[in-house]
């Protein structure tokens, strides 16, 4: 069966999700980390990607971004991956490729859920069990965005700068958002738009983006809920 096109629009934000295959790790220590933000950051310069928020888990990756040309983001990805695979199979004699396919993603509505994408994305590792706070987490863009440390490579959206008069205000103001966990409704509808490739977002922004696309885009997602203990 041919592969399933993906498609993206200029300027629309991108929630990317990439696995392991068979759920496996990707990741071993902190030099495997450094490595793909490496390549991360080269990307983004390469081909004019903005990137917003990331984690990187054990097995997995998440990664919310912005190309200003709907080829950007997946030329980003190829960049990273034609980088990163050759580095882990080298360091640790393995072969072949260590993802669980191509990568998935769904466009985002920024008025609407763009916040709710960020938390989704560095609440990961609180979800996963592996910290209690996502300040506790070295591998994600909590730290910049939460204004703990700086990171060269992330952008700042204008949602994001909605939140404040200034930077403290924002800060401030993003902190908060952590303060709740994200509700069912939206983690639940954040998890359908990336496994199915759908717009995440109101009937309009879904209406709009396959009008610009000349075609329907992703679908209803019909599988079953994710076995507990497996944190997408």
Known sequence: MPRKPRFFLPNVPVHIVQRGASRDP??????????????????????????????????????????????????????IGRRYVPFINHKYGRSGSIWE???????????????????YIELNPVRANMVDHPSLYRWSSFHHNSGVKP???????????????????????????????????????????????????????KEKVEAQLKQR??????GRPSKRGQIP
Request: glycine fraction near 6%.
């Open 26 to 79: 990707v990741f071993f220590e902190d030099e495997d980390y450094k490595a793909y933000v490496f390549w991360m950051k080269e990307a983004a310069v390469k081909y004019n990607v903005a990137i917003h928020a990331f984690v990187l888990m054990t097995n997995h990756v998440h990664i919310l971004l912005t190309a200003q040309s709907g080829a950007g983001v997946s030329q980003f990805m190829q960049h």
């Open 101 to 119: 396919g191509r990568f998935k993603s769904s466009l985002v509505q920024s008025d609407r859920y763009f916040l709710a994408v960020m938390r």
């Open 151 to 205: 990171l060269s490579f992330i952008t700042i959206n204008p949602i994001y700068n909605a939140l404040g008069r200034n930077t403290a205000e924002r800060i401030k103001n993003y902190i908060r958002l952590f303060e709740q966990h994200l509700d069912t409704r939206a983690l639940s509808a954040i998890l359908s738009a990336w496994q199915t490739g759908t717009p995440l977002g109101d009937s309009y922004f």
């Open 217 to 222: 885009v992703g679908q209803d997602y019909r």
